[in-house]
Nanobody
Framework: QVQLVESGGGLVQAGGSLRLSCAASGRTFSSYAVGWLRQAPGKEREFVAA????????YYADSVKGRFTISRDNAKNTVYLQMNSLKPEDTAVYYCARKTGPRTVVGATLADFDSWGQGTQVTVSS
């Protein structure tokens, strides 16, 4: 059974940075891709970024491309999301989840993910 736990959220001013972590339980972590997704108040959940099992392939939503970087450390069973140049519209609860289906992360959508964590709140003030 896969369990994912997010941490690292908080309050930051616009233009600032945060790094989120997603810690996974189990011995199969290095065998699956992982994604970050978010849900802003009053809005539907949306895809943010995904990384392949090896870390060799990444994919980003257009809204965060060039500002966010996803990475992973399989030895630590952890995936990270480095968020720079944060904007108020990045305010949301951020979730990590396991990617299912095809091994490629390119073109990933919300429907491709399961085993969601409990989320961590990111608030960006203007």
């Amino acid at each position: 059974q896969v369990q994912l736990v997010e941490s690292g959220g908080g309050l930051v001013q616009a233009g600032g940075s945060l790094r989120l972590s997603c810690a996974a339980s189990g011995r199969t972590f290095s065998s699956y891709a992982v994604g970050w997704l978010r849900q802003a108040p009053g809005k539907e959940r949306e895809f943010v970024a995904a990384i392949s099992w090896s870390g060799g392939s990444t994919y980003y939503a257009d809204s965060v491309k060039g500002r966010f970087t996803i990475s992973r450390d399989n030895a630590k069973n952890t995936v990270y999301l480095q968020m720079n140049s944060l904007k108020p519209e990045d305010t949301a609860v951020y979730y990590c989840a396991r990617k299912t289906g095809p091994r490629t992360v390119v073109g990933a959508t919300l429907a491709d993910f399961d085993s969601w964590g409990q989320g961590t709140q990111v608030t960006v003030s203007s």
